[in-house]
């Protein structure tokens, strides 16, 4: 794929999971919290301020740090289904 293309797709996948994880905040049939940490993890991939939110919340958060670990390996498995890497 493309690089430029990807990197489009990484961003706009990161930005949805946000939002989605902003909606699940407030409704109870969304994972809140997971779909904000998957989000912060494919933009932490392109910012350097997601890396060190995700870094900051699991020094700061480690009950977190589980559900964080969840996140990667849910994302890293979408970017493999959809066949861009990971």
């Known amino acids: 794929m493309n690089p430029k293309l990807k990197r489009i ?20 049939f969304l ?8 989000g912060l993890y494919f933009l932490s991939h392109e910012f350097q301020w997601a ?8 020094t700061r958060y480690p009950s977190i740090a589980k559900k964080l670990d ?10 493999k289904n959809i066949r861009i890497g990971g």
């Open 31 to 38: 994972q809140g919290i997971l779909f904000l940490l998957i």
């Open 51 to 58: 890396e060190r939110l995700l870094n900051k919340i699991r």
């Open 9 to 28: 797709f990484i961003l706009a996948l990161g930005w949805i999971f946000i939002l989605l994880g902003i909606a699940g905040l407030f409704l109870p």
């Open 70 to 79: 969840e996140a990667k390996e849910k994302a890293k498995n979408l970017l």
